[in-house]
């Protein structure tokens, strides 16, 4: 009797000890997300995420941070994929998206020209061309010219990269292996027009020419191109646009574009400026196009 009576409160301990144990904290996985206002070149994150403790930031410009809520301003325009990893005692999560940073907007502000070094040279109408890109989607270009610079636009674009094909005609460039031809009353605002011309056949066993099918209308421009009408600077004018190169029709070269601006009359239609000059035997003897490497 003395035994039992010394295991029943022994049993009755052991029962409400092992009653009194917490179950097992359970840490949650974190879940990472964010958000993004970009502004020109400056990218603003919003972390959204939860349950997490610690957090690593890729810019996808070799470029870091562990903040909660960075500002990261990028170097170059270009796309660039930017990932957040969240961390806790649960364990890590991710999440990337792909920005598309550009500080060139067109919309007759050429204000955000400043800082971009003019690419070529030309003649005539037109004094300078720079140029920039978003990888090999769009190209935006800025067209600089003395007073008389008409918004009737010739664009001469060797997408592929190779002279060998493309327009090899005593046209405006001789041997600039151009594919495609922009052409229109580009920088009119509501008077705009233009129309798209690939060079047909281009596959370098024939010298190819323009299929001239296509009809100028405002209504298919805004397909591939967007440009701003004149505005009046020191000494002259000046506008800017944006060609979609993803709706060209072509294989675009990933590596580089050759690229040729001319400036029409309204009155003749015929050439009075060009960057590069026109070919010729002094200047441009082998009528090539400006040869631009994609950032």
Same mark, same amino acid.
């Given at each position: 009797m003395k035994k039992l009576s010394y295991i029943l409160p022994m049993l009755l301990l052991m029962f409400v000890v092992s009653s009194c144990k917490e179950d097992p904290v359970v840490i949650p996985e974190p879940t990472a997300g964010f958000s993004v206002a970009i502004d020109g070149k400056v990218a603003t994150f919003t972390n959204a995420s939860a349950d997490a403790d610690t957090?690593? %930031?890729e810019f996808g410009d070799g470029e870091s941070s562990s903040e909660a809520n960075p500002v990261h301003t990028y170097a170059a325009n270009g796309s660039y994929? @930017?990932?957040l *990893? @969240? *961390?806790s005692a649960g364990g890590t999560d991710s999440k990337q998206e792909v920005l598309d940073i550009i500080n060139i907007t067109i919309d007759g502000d050429l204000s955000d020209w400043d800082d971009t070094e003019v690419a070529f040279t030309g003649g005539g109408t037109i004094t300078n061309v720079k140029v920039e890109n978003l990888d090999n989607n769009k190209l935006f270009l800025y067209v600089e010219g003395t007073a008389d610079l008409t918004p009737l636009t010739q664009v001469y674009l060797n997408v592929d990269n190779d002279r060998s094909t493309g327009a090899q005609i005593d %046209? &405006?460039?001789?041997?600039?292996?151009?594919? /495609?031809?922009?052409e229109g009353n580009l920088s009119a605002g509501e008077e &705009?027009?233009? @129309?798209?011309y690939p060079c047909e056949p281009c596959d370098g066993s024939n010298p190819g020419n323009w299929n001239w099918s296509a009809t100028p209308s405002n209504e298919n421009i805004a397909d591939f191109v967007v440009a701003s009408e004149m505005i009046s600077i020191q000494g002259g004018l000046a506008y800017e646009m944006v060609i979609d190169l993803t709706a060209l029709g072509k294989t675009i070269s990933t590596e580089a574009i050759g690229i @040729?601006?001319?400036?029409?009359?309204l009155e003749t239609w015929g050439p /009075?400026?060009?960057?590069p000059v026109f070919w010729n035997e002094n200047d441009?003897?082998?009528? *090539?196009?400006?040869?631009y490497t994609f950032k």
């Open positions: 957090y690593a %930031w994929v @930017a990932k *990893t @969240a *961390t %046209w &405006q460039y001789l041997m600039g292996g151009e594919d /495609v031809l922009v &705009q027009y233009g @129309a798209l @040729a601006v001319a400036d029409m009359s /009075v400026g060009a960057a441009n003897p082998e009528g *090539t196009l400006f040869v």
